[in-house]
C-alpha cells in the first residue's frame, strides 16, 4: 500500500515553473555566453569579388580615391563658373568632349565651354556643369539661363572615400554592397575569417531522416536539422550533417566526437529535458562541462549549454518551434562571436500589439510574430511548441519581459524581424 504518498497539487500546465530546479534567466545565460566566446576561426587572404558573406579579420584601407577625380555628375556642358552671372550666358564651345573613360587632354580658356558627359573628369578649366536639357547650342556655341553656382552637377575627388581611409573594419560582415565599396577603393584582396563550421545533430528514437522514407505511426520526419543546417548556411557558416542519433548515450558521444572533430560548434535537438530519454542532458552533465541549461524562457526552457571536446555545444530543445527560438537567441550571437564579428544582439524595434495577453511573472516570452497592414505585431493563434506552421507563418518574434505582463491591443511591444538574424 502507498497510502503516505503524496502528490503534489496538479498544475496542468505543461509552461509552469517546476520548483527545485535552477532557472537561468535569458540575460544572464546570453551575459554568460558572450563572456566566454571569442572567434575560434583562422584567417586567410581572399579575392574580394569572392568574399560576400566572410567576416574582415583586418580592416580594409582604402588604397584609392572615390571618386578618384573631380567629374561630372551629369551629361552637359562644363566651364569656369567665375566667367558667368545672372540672365542668359552665351560661351564659344571648345572643340572635342570630354567622357567617361575618355579624358580631354587640354585646358578649356576661360570664358568658353565644352560639351562633357556624366563621369568624365573635370578638364583643366572647368569647375561647373550644366545639365544639357537646360542648354540651348548650335554646335559652336552654348547659351543657358544664369547664374549657376560653383561646383554644380560635380562630385569632387575622394567626396565619398579619401585614399588611405578605413572603408571598414575587421569584424563586418561583408554585404554584396561592401563587395562594390572595396573594388571602387582598389581592394582586390582581403583578409578574411574562415566560415565558422556548424556540426547538427538530431537525436530520438522516434526520429526519421528521409521524409520520403515510409513511416511507421510512432516515427516522426526530422523538421529540426534541415531548419538548423540551412540557419547555419544563411548566417554564413559551414553546416556539417551529423544526421540522428538513436536515444542511446553511446550512440550520440560517438556522433559528438565526430562534431568536435569536424566542426567548431555543435548544435543538438531532442532530449535536453529531463526525461527518461533525456541523453544528451544526461551526457553533457556527465561528460561534458555544462556550463548552463534550464533557461527561463518560452519556448525552449530545456537548452543545454555546454563544452565537449573543448567544443560548444548547444543541446536545443527537441520541439522545432523551441529549437527554433533558442537558436535564434542563443546561437546566432555565439556564432558571430565565435567567427570574429563580435556579439550581435538581434534588431528590435517597439510597436503597437495586434493582439491581448497575459503573462506571468519569471520567464522570458517569445511569440510567433508577423506585422499587420497597419504595422502592428500580431501573433500566431497556438503557442504550441510543436506547431510548424506557425514557423512559417512567422516574419519574426514578439519578446514579452521576464516580468508580468498584460498586453491590450496598441499596447508597445518588442518585435525582432527574422530578417534582423540574417533569416
Ligand atoms: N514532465 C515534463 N515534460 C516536459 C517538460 C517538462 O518540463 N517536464 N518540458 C517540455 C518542453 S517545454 C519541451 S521543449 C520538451 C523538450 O524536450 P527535449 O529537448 O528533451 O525534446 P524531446 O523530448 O526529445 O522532443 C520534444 C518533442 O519534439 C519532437 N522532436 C524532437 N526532435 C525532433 C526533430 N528533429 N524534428 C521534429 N520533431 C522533433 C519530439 O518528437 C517531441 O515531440 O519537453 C517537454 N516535456
Ligand atoms: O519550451 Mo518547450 O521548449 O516549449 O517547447
Known amino acids: 500500500m502507498s497510502d503516505g504518498l503524496t502528490p503534489p497539487r496538479l498544475r496542468n500546465d505543461c509552461f509552469a515553473m517546476p520548483q527545485g530546479v535552477a532557472w537561468v534567466p535569458v540575460e544572464e545565460a546570453l551575459s554568460r555566453l558572450r563572456s566566454a566566446l571569442t572567434p575560434v576561426v583562422a584567417t586567410e587572404p581572399l579575392k574580394t569579388a569572392r568574399s560576400v558573406g566572410r567576416v574582415l579579420a583586418a580592416d580594409a584601407v582604402a588604397r584609392r580615391a572615390n571618386p578618384p577625380a573631380a567629374n561630372s555628375a551629369v551629361d552637359g556642358y562644363g566651364f569656369a563658373q567665375a566667367t558667368t552671372g545672372a540672365g542668359v550666358q552665351r560661351l564659344p564651345l571648345v572643340a572635342g568632349r570630354a567622357a567617361a573613360g575618355q579624358p580631354f587632354d587640354g585646358a578649356v580658356p576661360v570664358g568658353s565651354a565644352i560639351r562633357i558627359l556624366t563621369g568624365a573628369i573635370l578638364p583643366e578649366g572647368v569647375d561647373t556643369v550644366v545639365l544639357e536639357e537646360d542648354c540651348a547650342t548650335d554646335g559652336a556655341t552654348l547659351a543657358f ?191 558571430a562571436a565565435m567567427s570574429g564579428e563580435g556579439w550581435r544582439s538581434p534588431l528590435a524595434f517597439t510597436v503597437p500589439a495586434a493582439f491581448s495577453k497575459r503573462k506571468k511573472a519569471g520567464r522570458r516570452e517569445y511569440l510567433r510574430a508577423r506585422l499587420d497592414a497597419a504595422g502592428r505585431a500580431e501573433v500566431f493563434a497556438s503557442e504550441g511548441s510543436g506547431r510548424i506552421s506557425g514557423l512559417s507563418w512567422a516574419a519574426g518574434l514578439v519578446e514579452l519581459p521576464d516580468d508580468a505582463a498584460e498586453i491590450a491591443p496598441g499596447d508597445p511591444v518588442r518585435y525582432l524581424p527574422f530578417a534582423g538574424f540574417g533569416l
Open 145 to 335: 539661363d544664369g547664374p549657376v553656382r560653383r561646383g554644380a552637377n560635380t562630385r569632387n575627388a575622394g567626396e565619398d572615400v579619401i585614399a588611405g581611409a578605413t572603408a571598414l573594419t575587421a569584424g563586418r560582415r561583408l554585404t554584396p554592397a561592401d563587395l562594390a565599396l572595396l573594388s571602387a577603393l582598389g581592394i582586390a584582396t582581403v583578409e578574411v575569417h574562415r566560415p565558422l563550421r556548424v556540426a547538427v545533430l538530431s537525436t530520438g528514437d522516434e526520429i526519421l531522416g528521409d521524409p520520403a522514407a515510409d513511416a511507421r505511426p510512432h516515427q516522426i520526419f526530422d523538421a529540426n536539422r534541415p531548419m538548423l543546417l540551412a540557419m547555419a548556411a544563411a548566417w554564413g557558416c559551414v553546416p556539417v550533417d551529423l544526421g540522428h542519433a538513436k536515444d542511446a548515450p553511446e550512440v550520440i558521444a560517438a556522433c559528438l566526437d565526430r562534431g568536435a572533430r569536424e566542426a567548431d560548434v555543435i548544435l543538438t535537438s531532442g532530449g535536453a529535458s529531463a526525461g527518461d530519454e533525456d541523453h544528451v542532458s544526461a551526457l553533457l552533465r556527465a561528460r561534458g562541462q555544462l556550463s548552463s541549461w534550464r533557461i527561463a524562457m518560452k519556448p525552449g526552457r530545456p537548452l543545454a549549454l555546454a563544452m565537449w571536446e573543448g567544443v560548444p555545444v548547444f543541446g536545443l530543445p527537441g520541439n522545432p518551434v523551441a529549437a527554433f527560438v533558442c537558436a535564434l537567441i542563443f546561437a546566432r550571437p555565439a556564432f
